[in-house]
């Protein structure tokens, strides 16, 4: 009887190790994009209905720019032309540029797929890609707060740069003038294989309207 009493005791403890085990991976916090670690990978579909994911670009750099085009801090960088700029900029250069839509159905910034490509038209952009990601699963994956928060990745898919695009944190178009563009500098500096001087900083933008 002592025997069955130990033997279930066991189990027992065994089976509360396996479901805090369980519990623990559930509530754990969202992989964080840091500099200098792997970048969580994703897989997420386009406006085209194609899915993309991390692991497609080994060999390459990839930029990833949050987008709302009803934010104002994005209709800076877009109606100023400071972002189709860098798009094309770096595109022409075999980088990949992927803007991502996390707004959810009903927040400021969603779009449907027809209305996000219609978006590349209107403002005449050029990113590898559009990627749709409503249920912010991506979003979340890299900490995504505002608008634009952009991050770039290098072809061993480490995380080389996290924050803001310049160090202008305001709507106002004109002060693109003057503005130190940290995107274009760590993009100019990684690709001459030198280190990137500001290699991260806190973003500023509107906050990305994820499902609450």
């Not at 996390?102 to 927040?107: I, L, V």
């Not at 400021?108 to 990601?133: K, V």
Request: charged share 20%; net charge negative.
């Amino acid at each position: 009887m002592k025997k069955l009493t130990i033997l279930f005791l066991l189990i027992l403890a065994a089976t509360m190790v396996i479901n805090l085990t369980i519990e623990d991976k559930e509530n754990a916090p969202a992989v964080d994009a840091l500099v200098g670690q792997q970048a969580p990978d994703f897989e997420v579909v386009d406006a085209h209905g194609n899915t993309h994911s991390l692991s497609d670009y080994e060999g390459q750099y990839v930029i990833l720019e949050w987008l709302n085009h009803g934010c104002p801090y994005i209709r800076k960088h877009y109606d100023g032309n400071n972002m189709q700029q860098l798009q094309e900029k770096y595109t022409d250069q075999g980088v990949v540029w992927l803007s991502v839509i996390s707004s959810a159905p009903g927040e400021q910034g969603y779009m449907e797929p027809e209305e996000a490509r219609q978006s590349i038209e209107e403002y005449d952009a050029s990113p590898t890609a559009i990627l749709l990601d409503p249920e912010g699963e991506m979003g979340r994956a890299y900490d995504a707060r505002v608008t634009p928060h952009m991050f770039i990745i290098d072809p061993t898919g480490t995380v080389r740069y996290n924050g803001a695009i310049d160090d202008k944190p305001t709507p106002r178009a004109s002060s693109l003038e003057t503005a130190h563009n940290y995107i274009d500098s760590a993009m100019s500096s990684l690709m001459n294989g030198e280190e990137v001087e500001v290699k991260s900083n806190t973003p500023y933008g509107c906050g990305v309207k994820y499902d609450t």
